[in-house]
């Protein structure tokens, strides 16, 4: 094949191309939406979850994977998670917030 055959592309994969991507699962667990969870992170047992709370939770899971991280880390994963979370921003999750489907997602 000569280089005067080849076709030049514009774009990474050419028209008409089959891409086949393999994945693989390194693991499955509940996710962060399950109640189950909701009840892990819940300390004190007033069903609503406070920054506090959400913090120390994401602490232990981190440390509990071996990879602890600083401090501006939770409190931007805080931050994002009450932002997404509290919908009537009264600074708490309650049970409903969390659970938006109000059943446990695979």
């Not at 659970?99 to 997602?105: F, L, M, Q, R, S």
């Amino acid at each position: 094949m000569s280089c005067k055959h080849v076709q030049r592309w514009k774009g990474p994969v050419p028209p008409n191309a089959t891409v086949v991507f393999e994945v693989e699962v390194l693991s499955v667990s509940r996710g962060p939406r399950s109640m189950e969870a909701f009840t892990q992170i819940d300390l004190d047992k007033d069903k609503t979850l406070t920054k506090a709370e959400v913090k120390e939770y994401l602490k232990l899971e981190y440390e509990k994977g071996g990879k602890p991280r600083d401090e501006p880390f939770y409190e931007k994963i805080v931050a994002d998670i009450f932002h997404k979370s509290d919908r009537d921003r009264d600074g708490l999750i309650s049970s409903k917030e969390y659970n938006i489907y109000e059943h446990d997602e695979l």
